[in-house]
Nanobody
Framework: QVQLVESGGGLVQAGGSLRLSCTAS????????MGWYRHALGKQRELVAI???????NYADSVKGRFTISRDNAKKTVYLQMNSLKPEDTAVYYC????????????????WGQGTQVTVSS
């Protein structure tokens, strides 16, 4: 019923920047929160940043001050601006939407994107 598609990943040098985008599609009435998670090789998945429908944000300590999450409700899109990238930021980044109200059946669901690879070279 709901699909999330990420884009913007790639290979960059340390200190560089990338901007990730994630767009939700489907018969959606509203989305409570959208966020980004990442899964590095050999490590557990972790929350990177999240933003709610009213604009409230939260960041992992490791990215605070370097990453900025934003949201365009009309476009059903969430962005992650990543600056001052470090090799330890290398991971597959996944978009998440929670509290998604759909038209039919009248439910509230969650959804995950397919992931986009971010690689930062030293």
């Amino acid at each position: 019923q709901v699909q999330l598609v990420e884009s913007g990943g790639g290979l960059v040098q340390a200190g560089g920047s990338l901007r990730l985008s994630c767009t939700a599609s489907g018969r959606i009435l509203s989305i409570k929160s959208m966020g980004w998670y990442r899964h590095a090789l050999g490590k557990q998945r972790e929350l990177v940043a999240i933003i709610t429908s009213d604009g409230s944000t939260n960041y992992a300590d490791s990215v605070k001050g370097r990453f900025t999450i934003s949201r365009d409700n009309a476009k059903k899109t969430v962005y992650l601006q990543m600056n001052s990238l470090k090799p330890e930021d290398t991971a597959v980044y996944y978009c998440n939407a929670d509290g998604v109200r759909i038209v039919f059946p009248p439910e509230v669901i969650g959804s995950w994107g397919q992931g986009t690879q971010v690689t930062v070279s030293s």
